[in-house]
């Protein structure tokens, strides 16, 4: 029986150890962060974009921000399978999180800079994780990883697009 269980839990038998888990789940952690922040920076320029792209922008940031809605949730619910509380505070996804929140009201170009930059700091914290998750056979959480990776250097392709 692993040691951090109290007596009316059950034990995780998954085939990875505990200390890959929570090694896996600590990654999970810091793109969860990374997901919310974005999430949280993509709605508040869609509530205050302006400007001639203003309807194109809108929408895009709508159609972002509600895919992250969603991964956030796949993701926190990966980090509790894996047998590991899932952050859930400002505080937590501040100090997990490698990107900054946006308090200004950058312009349109701005807004679209600061999200490619975003797009692409979520893919690099789900690669990091990656190796750790592929050498403890963690399928679920690579296929995972896999699919954020191919959103975020999407969206990323096509919110640099838009500043050619």
Do not use: C
């Amino acid at each position: 029986m692993e040691a951090t269980m109290t007596q009316n839990e059950m034990p995780i038998e998954i085939g990875i150890p505990e200390a890959q888990r929570k090694e896996i789940a600590d990654g999970l952690s810091r793109l969860l962060a990374d997901s919310y922040t974005l999430y949280l920076k993509t709605h508040n320029f869609h509530w205050n974009v302006k400007g001639p792209m203003f309807f194109t922008l809108h929408a895009l940031f709508e159609e972002h921000y509600t895919e992250l809605a969603a991964a956030v949730d796949e993701i926190a619910e990966r980090i509790r399978a894996l047998g590991s509380p899932a952050p859930g505070s400002f505080q937590q996804f501040n100090e997990l999180s490698s990107i900054t929140e946006e308090t200004g009201l950058p312009d349109a170009e701005e807004m679209i800079r600061q999200l490619v930059l975003g797009q692409e700091a979520i893919s690099r914290t789900a690669r990091s994780v990656l190796p750790v998750a592929s050498d403890a056979d963690d399928e679920p959480t690579v296929d995972l990883l896999t699919q954020r990776m191919q959103i975020h250097e999407k969206n990323a392709w096509m919110l640099r697009s838009l500043l050619a």
